[in-house]
Nanobody, 120 residues
């Protein structure tokens, strides 16, 4: 069984910063891609930032220059440093991993989500 657990969400004022963390654990053979998505109320889930299978980083245009994704491959962790936060960044942030499990081959896994609220 594979688990993704996010942490670091919360309430922050506009212009503030937050750092999200995601830890993947369980029957992991290898991670192909890993990153962050978000879903605001009434909107579809969208990509925020991700490490692709080729090792590149993709950012949503709306977060470029403000958010930075990083990872610790040895610990199967990915982080999202969010600076200059705006009210429109308010959403539930989800960690996602495309990985090979030791039990069931390749699959797409999601964390439970962490709420980020940007408000004064």
């Amino acid at each position: 069984q594979v688990q993704l657990v996010e942490s670091g969400g919360g309430l922050v004022q506009p212009g503030g910063s937050l750092r999200l963390s995601c830890a993947a654990s369980g029957s992991i053979f290898g991670i192909v891609a890993m990153g962050w998505y978000r879903q605001a109320p009434g909107k579809q889930r969208e990509l925020v930032a991700t490490f692709t299978s080729g090792g590149r980083i993709n950012y949503a245009d709306s977060v470029k220059g403000r958010f930075t994704i990083s990872r610790d491959n040895a610990k199967n962790r990915v982080y999202l440093q969010m600076n200059s936060l705006k009210p429109e960044d308010t959403a539930v942030y989800y960690c996602n991993a495309d990985l090979y499990s030791t039990r069931g081959g390749r699959g797409d896994y999601w964390g439970q989500g962490t709420q980020v609220t940007v408000s004064s």
